[in-house]
């Protein structure tokens, strides 16, 4: 055990204080003056900021903006979405317009599958019968000792099944790769769709779901496909009624339960787990697995005896369409889009193909289509500056660790320990995916999905046995988006991300620190949330923690998910707290860490007063902008179901109340609605 001497303190302040003033560089206007990175027309100024942050910042945006026609939601994240397809959409047709491309360059592939899914006239002719196999296969099914196999096939197309079979590092042991057996199944996003019998949305959604699968199924050539719409439905009912909740799945400890391979008949006895799992790819390279969810098996197993084989086909063959339906011809791509995105999220109005088009293109490819859009958008300097800025984050929580109250110097080293092992990247791989063994074909779309999602899963299995490939991306550098990744212990900041409102070179220092600083912070702080601190510098699932630290952390996440608890934003849906709670100690972390280092930053000195505003006010204002958004009401209720993230006006209002630089910016006081009392602010790290 060491503690930091004053001196220490010192030589670490002055020097986190010089780095941290470099981290932006000049940010000056036209003129030379630095500007606020403020908008200002977006802001309602009729709210007070004490009683609504969220719409003092977004109110003028929020009665103003209509949500565009063919999106369920639009804010921040939508937008700089939006705006990055057309550049991509560009990448790809200079792609096409390469003469000189060779066959099976990324440029033909990624040319000739863009091609193959705008041609809609091409997949109006094929009908039903680029999946007539793949059907053919499961109605051939004799009995229910094919299921295993099946299984395996399917899901190595991508396609849904009651367990899905996945290598992943070792929880335990992350220097290796495990087979992970997940539960799966459902056609609805939550299992909460399904049993929610007296939420009038929920039961709603699922009759138009039973609708809908008759309907895909109808166009399929069912005769019967009504009734065996009510039976696919009853049997994914029956699935969801066994599966562990999201709140349950949080918990990465008891989701890590190793065993024998020969154990799994423990837990579905009579299911012919070698056939399972030598079609699956990984028989013979292994002899144990981690079973995610142990009691979800057993309850598989017993629908499945349960549940007779005519039942098990059209399920599957459900599946099957369910997956393909948007690259098949107009009837069913328009099916699918009227339950998937219309009911829903409350979508009409399908985006232009275009778009959907490049989407595909990202799914399949990547990482070839993110090595253009680098090369083409993302500046080395851009790269530079975050590789700094993600430094001088690491750094300021490094000395929060060091001055907390709550938590012993025998925590503090682990913790320290931890924070030490980061690995930040930044921007786009070092090394890139290779794409060589995927085949695409220009006149054969749905053969192009299924052999993407193939492509995937072989890469996926192929790891079994071999060193941890720690160069690997889990975002493409296009994605408007940031991870933590526990088991590789690492941060994790795509290049498209590091733009307006979220990184503005041209604005001062305090908006950029409350906007990119916070979310880099927020990334860190997912190694010390409720989940993250959980594994250690390693990533290893590992207790580090002394038993009343652990419990003095307990009561401050319980406290959390209490504030939380108590959001609505709709009538009759609250945030779930416990679902959400991660995220939300990862937003009030990363917002009071990117705050002590916007601090240290400004080196004893004022900021400047810009647009009216101090440095500090402009900070938290930098945080509000970034979380802007309106939904749509169905997908408001898919969110509240399935995300773990807050909605995004408590993700603004949530994390300011706990913290204490926000009531001197804004002078909160007792009687305002944002006004907490300071000792019952939840301040964590």
Do not use: C
Not at 263 to 292: C, F, M, R
Not at 570 to 594: C, K, R
């Amino acid at each position: 055990m060491t503690i930091m001497s004053k001196l220490q303190k010192t030589l670490l302040l002055s020097t986190l204080t010089l780095s941290l003033m470099t981290a932006f560089g000049a940010a000056t206007a036209a003129d030379g003056a630095p500007i606020s990175g403020i908008e200002l027309p977006n802001m309602d100024t009729s709210v007070r900021p004490q009683d609504d942050f969220f719409t003092y910042l977004n109110g003028s945006w929020l009665k103003t903006t209509e949500i565009p026609s063919d999106k369920s939601s639009w804010g921040t994240f939508a937008k700089l979405r939006d705006d990055t397809l057309p550049q991509l959409r560009g990448l790809i047709e200079k792609a096409e317009a390469d003469k000189t491309r060779k066959q099976g360059s990324e440029a033909q592939k990624i040319a000739d599958l863009y091609a193959s899914y705008l041609d809609e006239a091409k997949l109006d002719q094929l009908g039903i019968r680029p999946v007539t196999g793949e059907l053919n296969r499961i109605r051939a099914l004799k009995d229910k000792k094919g299921l295993p196999i099946l299984i395996a096939h399917l899901q190595q197309m991508g396609i849904g099944t009651p367990y899905s079979v996945s290598v992943r590092q070792d929880a335990r042991e992350s220097t290796k790769y495990a087979v992970y057996i997940s539960q799966n199944g459902l056609g609805l996003p939550d299992r909460d769709y399904y049993l929610k019998k007296d939420d009038a949305k929920m039961a709603s959604a699922l009759a138009k779901y039973e609708l809908h699968v008759a309907k895909i199924l109808g166009l399929a050539g069912d005769k019967d496909a009504a009734a065996n719409a009510k039976k696919i439905v009853a049997l994914e009912t029956a699935l969801a009624e066994v599966q562990w909740t999201k709140v349950q799945n949080r918990d990465p400890v008891k989701r890590y339960n190793k065993m024998p391979v020969k154990q799994l008949a423990e837990l579905a006895p009579g299911y012919d787990w070698g056939h399972a799992l030598a079609a699956a790819g990984v028989a013979n390279k292994i002899d144990t697995v981690i079973v995610s969810q142990p009691s979800y098996l057993s309850g598989y197993n017993a629908v499945l005896d349960k549940t007779d084989l005519a039942t098990w086909k059209v399920y599957f063959e459900w599946q099957l369409l369910h997956e393909v339906a948007p690259y098949l011809s107009k009837d069913f791509a328009d099916a699918n889009f009227d339950f998937y995105s219309t009911v829903l999220t409350g979508v009409a109005v399908k985006p232009p193909r275009w778009k959907t088009a490049v989407q595909l293109v990202e799914a399949s490819l990547g990482e070839a289509l993110g090595k253009l859009y680098v090369a083409e958008y993302f500046p080395p300097e851009r790269k530079a500056r975050m590789d700094q800025l993600v430094k001088n984050l690491l750094a300021s929580y490094k000395t929060s660790i060091d001055n907390l109250d709550w938590m012993s110097p025998a925590t503090k080293i682990e913790a320290q320990a931890k924070l030490a092992k980061f690995t930040p990247k930044i921007g786009y791989p070092n090394k890139w995916r290779d794409y060589s063994t995927l085949s695409i074909v220009k006149s054969d779309l749905v053969g192009n999905v299924l052999r993407a999602s193939n492509y995937r899963y072989s890469r996926m299995i192929a790891k079994l046995g071999k060193p941890i490939d720690r160069e690997e991306w889990g975002m493409t550098p296009q994605t408007i988006n940031a991870y933590y990744n526990s088991t590789m212990n690492e941060i994790v900041f795509p290049a498209a991300i590091l733009q307006p409102p979220f990184f503005d070179a041209r604005a001062d220092d305090a908006v950029n620190y409350g906007a990119i600083g916070a979310v880099i912070g927020h990334e860190i702080s997912h190694g010390f949330d409720d989940g993250g601190s959980q594994s250690d510098g390693d990533g290893n699932l590992r207790d580090w923690w002394t038993k009343e630290d652990k419990a003095n952390f307990k009561a401050k996440a319980d406290a959390l998910t209490t504030q939380y608890d108590g959001y609505s934003p709709l009538p009759g849906y609250h945030v779930n707290g416990a679902l959400t709670l991660g995220e939300n100690i990862a937003d009030n972390s990363g917002l009071a860490i990117a705050y002590k280092a916007y601090q240290i930053s400004l080196g004893g000195k004022p900021a400047p007063v810009l647009d009216g505003f101090t440095g500090e006010q402009r900070f938290f204002m930098g945080w509000s902008q970034i979380w802007r958004v309106k939904m749509r009401e169905d997908q408001q209720i898919l969110q509240i179901k399935t995300d773990p993230h807050s909605p995004g006006q408590f993700r603004s209002n949530g994390p300011v109340v706990n913290q204490p630089g926000f009531y001197d910016a804004f002078g909160v006081k007792p009687g305002d609605k944002l006004y907490v009392a300071p000792e019952q602010r939840i301040i964590i790290w």
